[in-house]
């Protein structure tokens, strides 16, 4: 677990029995489980972060269900055996995912409905839609409470699907310029912990090509304010984030002004793993996915996985340039 998570998690546990009709009484319950982000542990047993706003949630549902015919009770608990507390957030952060990429799918529907046709007209069809969109993401991000991943691609999208509609198509998706090297070196380093694909790869390209004595720190992440020479990558407004369905490290390569063809080949690796989308389909993928899914597993601390990701990397660069990407 990585420092600042170190204290005991606890949760609290929605244990509860429905009457069996009527049914839509069970369906309404269900998407009051969904709406709260609680995540189901087991078959009638749901949970969320033990703390005084999730605990008031429960209780209204916990009113609700008796109301309606049914049995409930809440308790807040520490888990012992069984699951772990990583386990249970990666099933809220799975959860959350998941509405990203629902998100996401949209979003990019809704960008090539503008590409094919971009005419006034559809501009003012697609600014309430859009609006839509963001409201979902609005609603997503506040049940997101652990930072999952997905979160980055949807701002991203939806972020460049705004610019589109207010400014030139042509100088929206024109990619920002190079910076000069000598902006980049010197400067501390900040990124979300926990780091996975997307922040390891970044932090190797950085210390191997832009900055061997960089110094990356790692915090919390959500309304983190950078202190004076702090960079911020792949974090929620940051320096160095997503652009449009760019990841982190396309969007620091294009940043540091390098056009190693092996490191456009790893940029390629890493969108897949990262995005989930297919895009550039390159056979190494799965295989550096399950490398650095491996290292996420076996070290809880962040330099420890980005000093074995250096490696996968390293030799992931030597195969491309003997390949001339």
């Not at 990619?175 to 694909?197: C, F, H, M, N, Q």
């Amino acid at each position: 677990m990585s420092e600042g998570q170190s204290q005991e998690q606890r949760w609290l546990l929605l244990i509860h029995q429905l009457p069996s009709k009527p049914a839509y009484f069970r369906v309404k319950i269900w998407r009051r489980l969904q709406g709260i982000g609680a995540v189901a542990v087991k078959s009638t047993v749901y949970a969320l972060p033990a703390n005084a706003e999730m605990q008031e949630d429960f209780e209204w549902l916990l009113k609700e269900i008796v109301a309606g015919g049914g049995e409930a009770m809440m308790c807040e608990a520490r888990l012992v055996d069984g699951l772990s507390d990583t386990q249970v957030r990666a099933l809220f952060d799975a959860a959350r995912d998941a509405d990203y990429a629902e998100i996401v799918e949209e979003a990019r529907a809704l960008a090539a409905a503008i590409k094919t046709d971009a005419t006034a007209e559809k501009h003012a069809e697609a600014r309430p839609q859009l609006g839509r969109l963001r409201k979902r993401l609005a609603d997503v991000v506040t049940i997101d409470f652990f930072g999952a991943n997905g979160r980055l691609a949807s701002e991203g999208l939806i972020a460049e699907l705004e610019a589109q509609l207010i400014k030139d198509k042509a100088m929206t998706t024109e990619p920002k310029k190079a910076t000069e090297p000598s902006e980049l070196k010197g400067r501390i380093w900040v990124t979300r912990r926990d780091v996975y694909v997307d922040r390891i790869a970044c932090s190797w390209l950085i210390r191997r090509f832009i900055d061997a004595d960089a110094i990356i720190r790692f915090v919390a992440g959500k309304g983190y304010v950078p202190n004076e020479g702090e960079l911020r990558f792949d974090m929620f407004e940051g320096e160095i984030t997503h652009e449009g369905d760019r990841c982190s490290f396309e969007v620091l390569l294009a940043r540091a002004g390098i056009t190693d063809t092996a490191l456009q080949a790893i940029a390629e690796v890493v969108h897949d793993i990262d995005l989930k989308d297919g895009k550039f389909g390159r056979e190494e993928t799965t295989g550096i996915a399950s490398l650095i899914a491996g290292i996420a597993m076996a070290n809880a601390g962040d330099e420890q996985r980005i000093a074995e990701g250096a490696s996968v990397f390293d030799n992931l660069y030597r195969y491309f340039r003997s390949k001339r990407g």
